[in-house]
Structure formats: C-alpha cells, structure tokens
C-alpha cells in the first residue's frame, strides 16, 4: 500500500527585499556604497567619521540618528531630503536592527528552517560575518562603569580599551573622552592588543605607551612612524586588490590627525588641491575601450572619455582599474551606444545613424557638454577637433572593445580603496566612481600619451604599444590597418586579426609586455619591458 503524506503549511524563507510596508525603501543605501564600511561594532554600528550605519535585518544598510523624542534611532536620509523614517531596534545576540513586532515570514507548503537564525540577509559578503557582537548596551554618552571586564571577542583592539580597562580606569569620562584620549597616544593596532592585555594584568597605562605617545608627537623624529608602517605597508596592496583580510578603515579613530597625515606621507601618499590622495608610483591601470588601437596611435593620445565631476584629480580624471581581471569584464561588454556616436575621438559633437532623419543640432550640443568629454571647448589639446554636426555615423554597429594597459609611471592616481580607508573625505557624496578596483587618473585635456598606452590580445597574456602595432600594419600595406579598422567598426567580430598583427610584432623584436595566465595581474605586479633594450 502506498504511504499516506500529510502535507502541512509551515513558515520558510521567501526571497529577502523590504517589505513594501516596511517604511525603509527610501532610506536603503545603494549597495556600492557599503563595500568599504567597516564592521558593524558590538553595538551593530558601522561607523564612519561619526556618522552610523546599521544593517537592518533582511532588508538592507541604512543611516541613522537618535531622536530624543523616539528615545531610539530611526532610519534617517543620508542627504536630509526625507523626515525621518521608523525607529530600529538592536536584535539581541546579533550585529543586525530591525523594526519590532514585524513578521518576516509568509505561508508555503514547504518543511520549516529549523531556526530562523540561519537566515542569510542580502547584504554583501566582502566582510566575514559577525559572530559574536556582544550584548546591547546604551550607546548615550554618558560616564562609564568602573567594573573592569573582558570584552567579547570578535572587537578590535579599539573598542575593547575604550570598553574595558580605559573604562576602569577613568570612570568619570565619556566615551567621547576616552576615544579622544586614546587618540593621543598614536598606537598602531598592534600596540593597542598589547595595551589592552597589559592593563587587564595591571589596570594603568605602561610606560612603553607614555613613551610612545612622546616620540610620537616629536615632528622632528624619523622613526616615530616605524612601527606604525611595519604594520600598515604591508597591507596597502591587498587594500588596494580588494584582498585586504584585515580591516584598515578606522586608522583616524585611533591616531591624532597630525600623526596620521605625516604617516601617509611617508607611506607614499600625497594630497591634491581637491585634499584626495594620491600615489605617483603605480607602475600600470588597465582600461576597457572602444577605442581601436590605430585611432589612438594616429592622433597620438587617448583623450578624456567621460565628463567626470572634477571632484578627485588634480586635471580631468580618466577612469581607469587596478585589476586586469575587471578591465577585462569591463572589455567584454558592448560598447556604450553614446560613444559610437562619434566617428573618432576628435568629434565634439556626435553625428547620428544613416537611418535617422532627425535634426540633432541641439541633442549635439547637450551630449557633447554633459557626458561625452571630447577634449572639450577649452582644450590644450594639439589635436585639431571636427566641429562637424549632423554627420552619418560609421561604427554605430562595432561590437568589440580592446583592453589597454597604461603606463603609468609618474603619473597622479586617486585610488578608490585607499581614500576610503585613510581619507574621512572619500566619504563625501558623488565625489568618486562607484565601482570596485576603480581609479581615476589625473590626466590634461588632450589626454595621456600613446607612449604611454598598450593593447592586449584577446588572451590578456601579451600586449604591445599601440604606436608599434601601427608602425608594423604600415609597414606592410599602408592600407591594412584602415581595412581592419573599418572591419571593427562595420560590427565584425575581428579580434583575430588584432591578435595575429600583436604575435607579429613581438615576433619583429618590439617591445612586449608578457603575463602568465596563472595568476591575476594588478597594478603593481606590471614590470614593464625595457624600451632601449627591445626597440630596432
């Protein structure tokens, strides 16, 4: 006899989006704007330059502040143009808030989760996941208690000596007061573990920390930043590949302004006009195209694509990305409809489609001043621009785009992932690109040097200066390159023939920059081939 099944409707899991009543819609912060936030804390905040986040159960990160009136925080918008939104509440035993008394679940025939804690939230997973934050406790600021206790593990050295021994020791001080006066000791993360276990054996502060603080606001002294950088440099690689496994954004929390400014300094760092920082020692950034090599070896420069906001370089910012891997992806799309506007890179203003019958004389002029740079009606640039409008487009069909590597020696990068971590003015609104690995590249308006630019073929395993790739089609039919090119634009899948013409220039003794297909490649790992060495 068959069995009977009894079938029972319990609760599970359905897909994790805000609750259309749920009130929080407006407030949700984008999630390209959490990749860099430090850990949410004991107290499920993540902080950054005073300002706290919290990760709202199931539904996603939002802003919040204190209303007195509520006696709890409520979601607040970032940018003060909504009222404040529903007041939130810690989950206890957990990093997570939510809002009280609001049922998550809904009604299926399926077996139930065996407990409602192994549901997983949609935020991204780049930081490993709180597992134990500690109990909740008031976050006013108020004087401490003078019990010492050991803090939870899972907090950084920072919130333990404000939490614990600095909390013993100075009963009578405010939070506020303890974070400053520990500030003025100048302790890397490393000095403030042995800090903390030093004065849970012995509640004072050691002499090596008074030493310490005194070296270490001596402006004259080279080595005050020794230990501080052996600890650091290391890291600034990994920070800057997005590999980073230890967390290096709340260094302002913990050193004096002053301190960590000089520190910057001789970790490389420089400071812009528009107070960014910057590195002049990146031997290589990679860049997705449509540009065809031969365009931009006959103008001789790779113009400014782009209209960015002129809030982060010191001259126009081109966007660039320290991973080969995600130029490559940036290089796998199709080309951007707008670009192909333009015949060449010389056009200010776009052309349209042979089958458009549209007067686009006044569509030109807006495109060419709010999105496409061009090189813009203030140019430098020794390149003579086309004032044409109206003109019939010819690669409106192309369908591939090159990857590039840009020598980049001496050149101003502003790169996202250190100005996150060391600069409380990265986190200012709209003043840098979004994604992750992104940099932008202080470039003049005529652009950056075709000396500077090399084209991979489309293994990514080996690249050649694009000057070198035209010098050698001309030297073979003065006319290839034309062909190829109008191939690429025509909307062929070409790449073979780009392939084939960089095998025979590294063949003919130009220079080549080769790179295994074992690894992934990022700025820093280029080395680039010796010009005088490998050029006839």
């Known amino acids: 006899m068959p069995t009977k099944l009894d079938i029972t409707e319990t609760l599970v899991r359905q897909p994790l989006q805000p609750l259309a009543n749920s009130g929080l819609a407006p407030y949700l912060l984008r999630p390209a704007m959490l990749r860099t936030m430090p850990l949410p804390d004991e107290h499920g905040f993540r902080t950054i330059v005073s300002r706290k986040f919290v990760d709202v159960k199931n539904e996603g990160t939002v802003y919040v502040e204190f209303d007195d009136a509520a006696g709890a925080y409520r979601a607040t918008d970032l940018y003060k143009k909504q009222p404040q939104g529903p007041a939130l509440y810690k989950n206890d035993g957990e990093a997570t808030w939510s809002q009280r008394l609001q049922a998550r679940e809904t009604v299926s025939l399926k077996r139930s989760l065996a407990n409602e804690s192994v549901l997983e939230t949609t935020l991204p997973d780049k930081h490993p996941k709180v597992q134990s934050p500690g109990e909740q406790r ?93 600890e650091i440099e290391p890291n ?152 044409e409008r109206n003109y019939e487009t010819t690669r409106h069909k192309q369908q591939i785009q090159f990857v590039y590597a840009i020598d980049s020696r001496n050149m101003e990068i502003v790169l996202g992932e250190e100005n996150h971590a060391f600069n409380r003015a990265a986190n200012g609104p709209n003043w840098f690109p979004e994604d992750d690995l992104e940099a932008l590249l202080s470039v003049s308006r005529r652009g950056i040097s075709a000396d500077r630019i090399w084209v991979f073929d489309s293994g990514y395993q080996k690249a050649v200066r694009v000057k070198d790739l035209q010098d050698h089609a001309d030297a073979a039919d003065d006319s290839y390159a034309r062909r190829v090119e109008e191939r690429t634009h025509s909307g062929a899948n070409n790449t073979d023939e780009y392939d084939r013409l960089i095998t025979e220039v590294a063949a003919a003794g130009k220079p080549v920059l080769l790179l295994s297909g074992n690894k992934e490649w990022f700025a820093n790992d280029i080395v680039w081939p010796s010009l005088s060495e490998n050029q006839s």
């Open 138 to 230: 008031s976050v006013t600021d108020t004087p401490a208690s003078s019990r010492p206790s050991i803090t939870q593990q899972g907090q950084n050295p920072r919130t333990q000596l404000i939490d614990g021994p600095l909390k013993s020791l100075y009963p009578d001080k405010t939070a506020n007061e303890l974070e400053t006066l520990l500030r003025s000791y100048n302790l890397s993360p490393g000095q403030q573990t042995r800090l903390h276990k030093d004065m849970l054996e012995n509640l004072k502060i050691p002499e090596w920390a008074e030493q310490h603080k005194q070296m270490s606001s001596e402006t004259g002294n080279p080595h005050r930043h020794d230990l501080l950088y052996s």
């Open 236 to 387: 600034l690689r990994h920070l800057r590949n997005g590999t980073a496994t230890t967390g290096l954004y709340e260094l302002h929390l913990s050193l004096t302004n002053e301190f960590l400014d000089s520190f910057l300094v001789k970790a490389g760092y420089s400071r812009n006009r528009n107070n960014c920082l910057y590195r002049t020692d990146i031997p290589a950034v990679f860049r997705g195209d449509e540009r065809t090599p031969f365009e931009l070896a006959n103008d001789g420069w790779m113009l400014p694509r782009y209209n960015h906001k002129p809030y982060a370089t010191t001259q126009k910012a081109m966007s660039v990305t320290v991973s080969l891997k995600a130029a490559k992806m940036y290089g796998a799309d199709e080309p951007d409809p707008e670009y192909l506007l333009y015949n060449s890179q010389t056009n200010k203003y776009p052309g349209k489609q042979p089958d458009d019958d549209s007067d686009a004389s006044d569509v030109s002029d807006v495109s060419a001043t709010s999105q496409i740079a061009s090189s813009g009606s203030e140019s430098d640039s020794s390149l003579q621009l086309d004032l």
